[in-house]
């Protein structure tokens, strides 16, 4: 099955202790590059996070989104900025000597000053923390799994209607040549008609002109490996049950340099517009192979 590169999925878990929501979404993107925003207690488990994702993604720009809460009663501890303290004495003192003022000598009005007393929240140990983010991370990338999964459906679909577009123009192309051949025998017997007048005309020479020319018209081979890269194509789409946009991406180039040749070879109006028609629907196949995973 097909997987779109673009996704989203969340993802919650909870215990006693803590409670985690994390979110995932992912962007276009020829590799895989994991970006992980969180709070700064909890970086110690990005690596292992990091490693999880792998799991179920191979390609695109992720980035892993994680909230967390921690329900535990925490103890909190009384820091007390020495220095700043004291600098705050001394610029009152000196302030009270210059406006003759009663100098300080209440601690509690130092204290009241900011950054003087701060209350910090003393770190315990995150014991279980990781099994529940990673936890929450799984159901976050199964749920962003599904979403790749049922856009990727729908790519396979439009890819299917394409390269039906595209064997049916094959199609005309490859019956083209022997009109092309036929219309230039024509031609040729016609010129020199024109210019032989009443002389008999060499139907021996016309006939190896025509072999020459339908020799160096002859894009055969290139029809034949265009459809058979369109058979492939599908192929890689039936059997698809691991990431193919790499094997899918190769393919329309080397579809693309089977159109250029035949175009190149092809002495026809006809055929060069159905070979525009075909660098068309191999351009938008291109296109659509950027969105897969």
């Known amino acids: 099955m097909l997987r779109s590169m673009t996704?989203?999925?969340?993802?919650?878990?909870?215990?006693?202790?803590y409670r985690i929501h994390v979110e995932v979404k992912s962007f276009n993107q020829r590799y895989l590059d994991i970006d992980v925003h969180m709070p700064r207690l909890l970086n110690p488990f990005e690596e292992a996070m990091k490693k999880r994702v792998k799991v179920y993604a191979s390609r695109g720009k992720m980035d892993l989104n994680v909230m967390f809460l921690d329900k535990r009663d925490r103890k909190k501890a009384i820091r007390v900025d020495k220095n700043l303290a004291i600098a705050y004495h001394k610029a009152l003192n000196e302030m009270s000597d210059l406006l003759h003022l009663a100098r300080p000598d209440d601690v509690?009005?130092?204290a009241a000053y900011p950054d003087v007393i701060a209350i910090e929240e003393i770190p315990d140990?995150?014991?279980?923390?990781?099994?529940?983010?990673?936890?929450?991370?799984?159901?976050?990338?199964q749920r962003f799994i599904a979403m790749r999964e049922a856009e990727g459906t729908n790519i396979e679909a439009d890819f299917l209607q394409r390269l039906t577009l595209l064997e049916g123009y094959v199609e005309k192309?490859?019956?083209?040549?022997?009109?092309?051949?036929?219309?230039?025998?024509?031609?040729?017997?016609?010129?020199?008609?024109?210019?032989?007048?009443?002389?008999?005309?060499?139907?021996?020479?016309i006939i190896q002109e025509t072999a020459i020319y339908a020799d160096k018209i002859n894009y055969t081979e290139e029809v034949v490996r265009l459809q058979s890269h369109c058979k492939q194509f599908r192929d890689i789409l039936a059997a698809a049950d691991a990431p193919v946009g790499r094997r899918l991406d190769f393919l329309v180039q080397e579809m693309n340099r089977e159109i250029n040749t035949t175009a190149s070879k092809a002495g026809s109006t006809e055929a060069a517009?159905?070979?525009?028609d075909v660098k068309s629907e191999i351009e938008k196949l291109r296109e659509q192979i950027q969105n897969i995973e």
């Open 173 to 205: 192309i490859a019956a083209l040549g022997p009109q092309i051949v036929e219309h230039y025998r024509e031609r040729l017997h016609k010129v020199l008609q024109e210019l032989l007048a009443e002389k008999e005309i060499d139907e021996t020479r």
């Open 125 to 141: 140990a995150l014991e279980g923390v990781e099994e529940l983010l990673l936890a929450a991370l799984d159901m976050a990338m």
């Open 108 to 110: 509690c009005e130092i």
């Open 273 to 276: 517009q159905l070979s525009v």
């Open 7 to 17: 996704g989203f999925g969340a993802g919650d878990a909870e215990n006693e202790n």
